[in-house]
DNA sequence: CAGTGGTCTAGACCACAAG
DNA sequence: TTGTGGTCTAGACCACTGA
C-alpha cells in the first residue's frame, strides 16, 4: 500500500504505482491494473485514476493501448534534459565574478557560409559578433555569433559593450525554438590566442541555431576549453523533465 | 484566432493560447484570462479549461500564482532534450554496418578511482570491460565501462563477446536513474590508438553514471573522435520534453 | 461486438494569498 | 474577506481496436 498521507490524492497514487514500477515489481511488459480497478482499489473515482495513469504515460514509464490497457514500458532512449544556462548565470554559480569583451561587431552581406548557418536567403544582412566571457580574469568562454538583422533590425543599433548578445536577444524575442550541437574541436589559432590555451588544445564547442515566431533569429558558437568545462545532463524516470 | 478544427478539445485550446504566448501576442508578464473566463469564452467546463492551463504551465509557458492569476512566463533556462541513444542504433541510422568488438574483460576489487566513479563503498568488486564499437570497417567509438558486481552478479559470468554491455543491462536493470558528464579532452596514446586517429586529436567524451533501484549499477565513458561525431539536442517551447 | 482508454461535464469543497 | 487555482467526483458518451 506505501501508504503516504503527504501530498494529494492522485500524487500519492502514482508514486505507489512508480515504486512498484521502478522497483521491479512489476517488470517491463507487465499489465497494469484497468482504470476503473484502479479506482476501486483506490477508492477514487475514474477520472483520477485516470489522471494518474495519463501522467505515467507522459512520462514514458508505461504504454497505453485501447481494448488492451496499460502496460509497463520497456526502457528505450537514454533521454536527458541537457540545460543550457546563461553564461554569466553560470560562471557566478561557480562563485568567480563574471565580465565580457565585446571583441567585434560588424554588418554585413550574408555570405553563403552565413545563410546555410542561418537558414536564411539570398540578400539577407547579418550581425556578426565576436565576444569573451571571462570567470575572474580567466577566458571563460568564446562566443561567435550571427544575428539576423531581417528579423530583429534593432539590434544593428543596440550596445553590446555593457548588455551581452544572449541577454539582449532573449528580451526582443522571448520565446524561441532552438537547435544545439554539440562537437570537440581542437583549438585553432584565432580560439587559441583568444582563450590563451595552447594550439590544438581540445575544445567543447556548443552551437545553437535558434527560430523566433518571425523566422531564424541567431546562430552562435560558443567553444569551452576542454578540460575545464562540462556539460551536465540528468535523467531520472518518471519525472517528466519540464516539472 | 488560429482556428485548428483538429484534435479534441483541449488540444484546440492549448494550441490557440500557445500562439499567443509564442507570437508575442501575450508577451511575458501578460495575465491570461481566469479559468472561468476561459471555460465561458471557449464554451467549455472549467476542468477542461484547467487542463489546458495546468499543461501549459508544466510546459514552463505560463506561472500560476493563487488569488492572482495566470502570467506568461519570461523565458529563462534554454533546456533541451538530449537524446543519448543506443550505439548501435546510432550507427545503423547512419546507414552503415556495426560491429563491436570486446577488447577487454576483467573482474577485480574497486580501486579508489572506481570506487569514486561508481559511488561504491570499500571491498566491492567490479567488472571492467573495454570494447571498440565500429561502423563500417572504422572505429566509432571505445567504450569503456565498470559494472558493479556487488548489483548486477550476474554480469561476471555473462557473454559480451556477442551482446554490448549496454544492451545487456538493459534488459538486466530495466529502470534506471543516469547522470551524464560531456567533454571535450586530448586523445591519450591508448585512445589514439583504439580510435586509429593522431595523438592528441580532440575527443567528444560522455561519462555515464547508473543507479538502479539497488545502488550504483556502471559507470561507462564514450569516447568518440570529435570532429566525426556530433550531439544534438532541440527544443521547442511549449512541447513538453517528454511528450 | 464488447471492453478499454479518451474525453468532457456540472458542480463541489478546500487552501491559500492578496487586498 | 474574497476570489483564485487545486483538486475531486459521479456519471456520461465516443472512438478505437482486439477478440
Known amino acids: ?9 492522485h500524487s500519492r497514487i502514482l508514486a505507489d504505482l512508480e515504486g512498484k514500477i521502478l522497483s521491479g515489481t512489476w517488470p517491463p511488459g507487465h499489465r497494469l491494473p484497468f482504470e476503473v480497478d484502479l479506482a476501486v482499489h483506490y477508492g477514487c473515482s ?9 501522467q505515467l504515460a507522459r512520462a514514458g514509464l508505461i504504454e497505453r493501448r485501447k481494448k488492451s490497457g496499460s502496460f509497463v514500458a520497456q526502457p528505450v532512449a537514454q533521454a536527458a534534459v541537457l540545460e543550457i544556462h ?38 539577407a544582412t547579418v550581425l556578426d559578433l565576436t565576444c569573451l566571457h571571462r570567470a ?10 550571427l544575428i539576423n538583422l531581417d528579423t530583429v533590425a534593432e539590434a544593428a543599433s543596440a550596445d553590446f559593450s555593457k548588455t551581452a548578445p544572449g541577454a539582449w536577444l532573449i528580451s526582443r524575442v522571448p520565446w524561441n525554438a532552438a ?49 575545464r568545462h562540462a556539460l551536465v545532463a540528468r535523467f531520472q524516470p518518471g519525472e517528466s523533465p519540464a516539472g
Chains 1, 2 share one sequence.
Request: charged share 25%; aromatic share 6%; with cysteine.
Open 1 to 9: 500500500m506505501t501508504s503516504e498521507k503527504d501530498g494529494t490524492l
Open 46 to 54: 475514474r477520472m483520477t485514476a485516470n489522471k494518474v495513469l495519463t
Open 86 to 123: 546563461d553564461i554569466e548565470a553560470e560562471v557566478r554559480s561557480l562563485n568567480l565574478s563574471y565580465a565580457f569583451d565585446l571583441k567585434q561587431q560588424k554588418a554585413r552581406k550574408a555570405s553563403a557560409a552565413d545563410r546555410q548557418r542561418l537558414d536564411l536567403s539570398a540578400g
Open 136 to 145: 575572474g580574469t580567466r577566458p571563460f568562454c568564446l562566443e561567435q555569433r
Open 179 to 227: 537547435e544545439h550541437r554539440i562537437q570537440a574541436f581542437s583549438a585553432s589559432a584565432e580560439i587559441s590566442a583568444a582563450l590563451e590555451i595552447p594550439r590544438n588544445a581540445a575544445c567543447l564547442v556548443i552551437e545553437r541555431r535558434t527560430w523566433g515566431a518571425s523566422g531564424p533569429v541567431t546562430f552562435v558558437r560558443f567553444t569551452y576549453p576542454g578540460d
